[in-house]
Structures are given as structure tokens and as C-alpha cells.
């Protein structure tokens, strides 16, 4: 089973291949070097949360649709033990930010499967 990290960014790589963005304006459009966005594509590196935010952002999404994953059978997953390694050890301020993210996602989801 892939990784948040690889599910995460081949979301990422979809969505600049959608907006028809070279890795080197993507990289410019959310301030990064271009050199960090094929690592971040191939799931080796984990963008920080304010990375995450700018990334969202410049595709018009809400940050929390970036976390989720259409599978092969077409339900939704979000992988828990990943994400939760991911931020371990983050500020208050990004876990406040995070807990008002996992509400969105609950909220978007409560009226899925109906």
C-alpha cells in the first residue's frame, strides 16, 4: 500500500499536469526551488504544512481535498497512521489548523455513501 507521502504527491503531480504547469512554474507559484517539487511529486519529500496551504491555494482547493485519494474501487481514504507520523511533533498552531481540516473533511464526507 503506497504511502500518504506517494498518494499525496501523485495528487499533487495530477493536479499541476491538469493546470498544464512545468514543475519550474509550479515551483515558482507556490515559492519553492523547482528542484523540491519532483521529490515532493514522487512522494520522498513531505512539504510543510504552510507548503501544503500555498499548494492548495494555487489550485483554487480547500487544503484538505489534497488528502483525499480516490482508490481503485472508487472509495475515499484518508491513511491515518501515515498522516499521524507526518505531523507529530508539529506546533499547536498547525494542529488547530489540522483538527479544523479533519472537521471540513467530516463534514464534506458526512453526506457521502447516502
Partial sequence: MPTLNKKLGEKIK???HDAHLTQEAFAQRINVHPSFIGPIEKGLKSPSLATL???AESFDTPLYKLF???EKDGATEVYSKE???L???RPKKEWDLLLKITKDVINVCSGCGK
Avoid: H, P
Wanted: proline share 0%.
Fill in 14 to 16: 495530477k493536479l499541476r
Fill in 53 to 55: 496551504e500555498r499548494i
Fill in 68 to 70: 483525499l485519494f480516490e
Fill in 83 to 85: 498522516f499521524s507520523r
Fill in 87 to 89: 505531523i507529530s511533533g
